[in-house]
Structure formats: C-alpha cells, structure tokens
C-alpha cells in the first residue's frame, strides 16, 4: 500500500492508520529527515523479524535504532546519561543524528544483544515524529539502502514501493527523501566520538 502523506502537515486520519498498522505489528516504510527507513513497532518480535529478513541481517549484530518522539523516551532505554551528553543531544535533536548510547534494562529483549548499545534517533521529520507520538512509544528503525552501485540510497518513494510492495505493508510517499544518512555520534567512551560523518554537523 503506497500512503501519500503531506510532509509538512501530515494528516492525523493518515497517522493513525499507520500508528494502527505498526501496532498490529506491521512493518513500514517512511520518510526521516535523512533517507527513507523501514520500521516496525519495538514491541513486535515478529515485525522485528520481518525487517531483519528484509534488511538481510542478524538482528541480534544488526544497527537498529529507535525512532523517538523527543527526548522523554531516554530514562526508560538508556542508563544515566552524562550531563554533558544529554545538553548536547537537547541542543541537536530534533535533527539529522544518530546516537549511540548504553541501554537501559527496558529496552525490549530482542534488541539486547552482547553490545549493549541502542542508536537513538529523534529526525526533524514531522511524519517520522507524528507516527510515534500516535503509537505511543519508539519505532525500531533501519535504513532503505538501493542495490544500485553509484547511489547508496533510494530518495523516490515510489521506487521504494515497487520494490518493496510485497515486503511491507505500508509505504509512505513524504516527498523526496535526502541520499545523505544521518551521522553517528557514539557517547559510550569519554568523549563522543562521530563513528559516521552524515548530514548533521554537531553544534
């Protein structure tokens, strides 16, 4: 199913299907303020399943992240951030970042693997934002990479449907996405260190 949905204004009616889809424990694809994701409800293991299978991984040494609302969703996945970590993530997010942190005993069996790490992602994307605030809580998010050998990742939409039609459930046309990934920012060491140069630039 190809969802248009209006990037700026997305319709709530709109939302609220795919809030429901997830929480059935559908998979979807959708628009961030980077390259297109495909995502699932944290709580469904068998949608987990499905995106590992789609993405072709191991989900136990995949790099899912969690797709967040806002920052509230940190004391419940994460442990006790250092205060110097958690300003600058505040003075980041919304945005085009991926950040690595140590995860918290709530975090969903199926994503604890022996790293002990989560990637936390809130995009400047209102879709992305208004899709989670409707189910309530994060969506496991990877990206849409292409199997072309020049362009790393599929920005039209509907090129993204027709490959992916009989995969997902639902696909949402946002507009264009960027070919640029978000950068990755890990906090578990001392200092932070960017893992990953992408579209966002610290401040």
């Given at each position: 199913?190809?969802?248009?949905?209006?990037?700026?204004?997305?319709?709530?009616?709109?939302?609220?299907?795919?809030?429901?889809?997830?929480?059935?424990?559908?998979?979807?694809?959708?628009?961030?303020?980077?390259?297109?994701?495909?995502?699932?409800?944290?709580?469904?293991?068998?949608?987990?399943?499905?995106?590992?299978?789609?993405?072709?991984?191991?989900?136990?040494?995949?790099?899912?992240?969690?797709?967040?609302?806002?920052?509230?969703?940190?004391?419940?996945?994460?442990?006790?951030?250092?205060?110097?970590?958690?300003?600058?993530?505040?003075?980041?997010?919304?945005?085009?970042?991926?950040?690595?942190?140590?995860?918290?005993?709530?975090?969903?069996?199926?994503?604890?693997?022996?790293?002990?790490?989560?990637g936390i992602r809130?995009?400047?994307?209102?879709?992305?934002?208004?899709?989670?605030?409707?189910?309530?809580?994060?969506?496991?998010?990877?990206?849409?990479?292409?199997?072309?050998?020049?362009?790393?990742?599929?920005?039209?939409?509907?090129?993204?449907?027709?490959?992916y039609a009989n995969?997902?459930?639902?696909?949402?046309?946002?507009?264009?996405?960027?070919?640029?990934?978000?950068?990755?920012?890990?906090?578990?060491?001392?200092?932070?260190?960017?893992?990953?140069?992408?579209?966002?630039?610290?401040?």
């Open positions: 199913m190809l969802l248009r949905i209006h990037p700026e204004n997305p319709a709530e009616r709109q939302i609220r299907t795919v809030a429901e889809c997830l929480g059935d424990g559908g998979v979807v694809i959708f628009p961030t303020d980077t390259i297109y994701a495909i995502g699932c409800d944290i709580y469904k293991p068998k949608a987990v399943d499905r995106v590992a299978q789609i993405k072709g991984v191991n989900k136990q040494k995949a790099n899912f992240s969690f797709i967040c609302y806002d920052l509230s969703h940190l004391s419940e996945f994460t442990r006790p951030l250092d205060n110097a970590v958690y300003k600058m993530m505040r003075r980041n997010l919304p945005g085009p970042f991926t950040f690595i942190l140590d995860a918290g005993g709530k975090v969903p069996k199926i994503f604890q693997s022996k790293k002990k790490t989560i809130v995009p400047d994307n209102n879709i992305a934002r208004a899709i989670v605030a409707a189910l309530g809580n994060p969506i496991m998010s990877t990206s849409v990479h292409d199997n072309d050998e020049v362009l790393e990742y599929t920005t039209d939409p509907e090129l993204i449907h027709e490959r995969q997902v459930d639902i696909v949402i046309a946002g507009g264009y996405g960027d070919n640029n990934p978000s950068t990755i920012v890990d906090c578990t060491g001392p200092d932070p260190l960017i893992i990953r140069e992408g579209k966002g630039m610290l401040q």
